[in-house]
């Protein structure tokens, strides 16, 4: 898949979504690059000035690239959940925000994968 369509399918979701806030930065990497835990894309949100930066492996298969964007552009959307739930770190002990904070990501997760399969189907 080419940048220029990837590029485009990242505006897709971002309107569909209504990230329109959002700045997001795409870098098309090679899969090596996005290490050896089996992730094909991920996102990095900055809050305070409301940019994020892509990254996806795009030498694979079209449907594989865009269910990544997907996938990643959905966890945008929920980031301001995430970002709600990291600011009880400060107010829980270590024991319990490591407790709260693995049982959050693999919620939050679990509801992006969902999402992934659901819009998939329709956008």
Same mark, same amino acid.
Request: net charge negative.
């Given at each position: 898949?080419t ?5 485009r ?45 892509l990254?996806?492996?795009?030498a694979r298969? %079209? $449907?594989?690239?865009?269910? =990544? ?5 959905l966890h945008?959307? @929920? +980031?301001?959940?995430?970002? /709600? !739930?990291?600011?009880?770190? %400060? $107010?829980?002990?270590?024991? =319990? ?7 959050y990501? @693999? +919620?939050e997760?679990?509801? /992006? !994968? ?10």
């Open positions: 898949m940048q220029t369509t990837v590029s399918l990242v505006r897709t979701y971002q309107n569909a979504l209504r990230l329109d806030e959002w700045e997001v930065a795409l870098e098309c990497v090679p899969l090596p690059q996005l290490g050896t835990d089996d992730k094909l894309g991920r996102i990095w949100p900055q809050f305070e000035t409301m940019t994020a930066t990254e996806v492996a795009t298969p %079209d $449907e594989a690239v865009r269910s =990544t964007i997907l996938h990643e552009m945008l959307a @929920v +980031a301001d959940v995430c970002r /709600v !739930v990291s600011l009880a770190k %400060d $107010e829980l002990g270590p024991g =319990t925000w490591n407790v709260l904070k693995e049982s990501e @693999v +919620a997760e679990r509801l /992006v !994968v969902r999402l992934t399969r659901a819009f998939g189907e329709s956008v």
